[in-house]
């Protein structure tokens, strides 16, 4: 090394440090920088995409990073500001997975194997390394867009640009919009937004949003009176039923409203954000359930009572029942009663008068010993049934009294009372006497199903009957007609005694039609038992009635199909059942 050579040296320092010292930087210019961590898993984010870790989106985003430096990891979110339903984010949440997996596998093999750069020469002689400059790669930045199926909704994945690509701009989001055609419910502040945002690439935006079609709704009906009654009777604390607060009956004026009718709506069509109409459906109309005594308003919305009355729903249609108001008692002033819709009685049936009604019977007071009451629907006395043995009460759906005694009961469905005292009881449904006393104290009650009460019998061990199971009333009926039939054919041999004439003659005609008629009844009634003891032989011995009381005294007899049981001493807290074909108490 020259003299001068030394003196550079020691001034400036050698070359091959400057040369050392360049090298250094040019390496340091190309160490990556620090890759950000991928964000936390939002726990519970139904609406957030998961990226894998071997994901196409990945190797784009670290690309970028190398290019351009640390960049913002994606931020895949499908509604951020949670103003998608639950259905849409689930229902499309695999179809965007699976497009955007597609789309960046896409693009990635598109720059896969290529150069990012053309680098420029360094003295590779001092490193021992050549860099060989290839072709440049390049490619624009691309905005990439997601429809839902049903083109509802649309979000946009902003792709950066790749080599000397061109950056996004407002006017290259707008024409690939136009490409695809998406031009209604445009965020356009979202999208001019996002044009000049720093994290625009890798994020996904929802970008436009349609409008949903609303069918139209159905027509309705608003009822004013209810369609079934509930006839429940509640029990007071004391342990008593005030049975004059049953509203059994729905009184209704000349021209009240019934029911109204609720008009079906249009349907609201709706458009997708490519602008196409989505068709809605318009409401279907229900009629309105017009019966008997009813006629519908001017205007078409409102069913209305065209005459006073009782208002029931029956099948599928409000029917008007007239109802017959008896101020006082049924006496001379009335005389018998037989009428065709519902009877309101606020006094008493008095002894040796009948009262007959296809519909439900109401009596405020006593049902006296003598006389006769028969109802089509329910019977509600609220006094009570006082009879002498010869007082007969019939109906075809429920009976609630506040007592009966020494009468004669028919009903179909279901009996609750107080108190039973000598009565003779034929129901073919549930006997119920809880309230008040609930004791059954003498006669015989024979109940199809169930005999509930506090107390069978008394500590006098006076005869008391149970009878479960069977079909009473029609049992029962069935020995009437047959005592009918014996009577009706003695009076027909009196009349043959008798000389022949015109009265004769007239008598025995009359004769021979009830004859006819209950022979025709006597065999509809046979029929009916015999089915019904076919169907019980498959029965088990649980549907064969039950007595449940809190004390059953001795006396009482229980009988079940064929089993017989009569009570030796007084049981408490009592459950007879029939099982194994033997009455047992549990």
Known sequence: MSFKDKISSLLFGSKKEEQADETFLTKQEHIP?????????????????EIPADHPIRQLHDLRQRENGPLPY???????????????????????????????????????????????????????????????????????FHLTSDKLYAWMLIFPPVGQGAEVTRDMIYQALSAQGISYGLDTALLDQVAHDRERYFNLYLVAKGKPAFDGRNGNIVDNFPRRLQRVLEVNEFGQVDYTTLNLICNVEEGQEICRLIRPTEGEPG???????????????????????TEISEDGDALIASMPGHVEFS????????????????????????????????????SGFTVKAMGNVYVGGVVEAGSTVEAGGDLTVVKGILGDGTTVIRAGRCIFAKYIENATIFVRENLQTDCIVNGRIYCDGEVVIRSGRGSIIGGRVWAAKRVSASAVGAKSEVKTSITLGGMP????????????????????????????????????????????????????????????????????????????????????????????????????????????DEIVLM
């Open 33 to 49: 920088q620090e890759v950000p961590e991928p964000p936390a898993a939002v726990p519970d984010d139904p609406a957030r995409l």
């Open 315 to 350: 099948g599928t249609t409000f029917q008007v029942k007239p109802v017959l108001d008896i101020d006082g008692d049924v006496d001379f002033s009335t005389g018998k009663i037989k009428f065709v819709g519902d009877v309101n009685i606020k006094g008493d049936v008095l």
């Open 74 to 144: 994606p931020k895949l979110c499908m509604d951020e500001d949670g103003v998608l339903s639950a259905e849409v984010v689930e229902k499309e949440k695999n179809r965007l997975q699976s497009s955007l997996n597609s789309v960046c596998s896409t693009r990635f093999k598109a720059t896969k194997g290529r150069s990012r750069g053309k680098h420029s020469k360094k003295k590779a002689e001092a490193e021992g390394e050549a860099e060989a400059g290839e072709e440049q790669l390049t490619m624009d930045a691309r905005p990439w």
């Open 271 to 293: 458009r997708t954000v490519t602008n196409q109409e989505v068709p809605a459906k318009s409401g279907k109309a229900v009629p309105l359930p017009k019966g008997r005594n």
């Open 473 to 580: 009333c029609a049992t029962l009926e069935k020995d009437l007609v047959r005592k009918k039939l014996a009577n009706l054919a003695a009076e027909m041999e009196k009349l043959e005694a008798q000389l022949d004439s015109a009265a004769k003659n007239s008598l025995m005609g009359k004769v021979r039609m009830k004859i006819s008629m209950s022979e025709h009844r006597l065999k509809q009634l046979e029929e009916e038992l015999d089915g019904a003891k076919e169907a019980q032989k498959g029965q088990k011995d649980s549907d064969s009635g039950r007595m449940e009381c809190g004390v059953a005294y001795a006396g009482t007899e229980i009988s079940i199909g064929d089993e017989f049981l009569r009570l030796r001493q007084e049981t408490h807290q009592c459950v007879a059942k029939l099982l194994c």
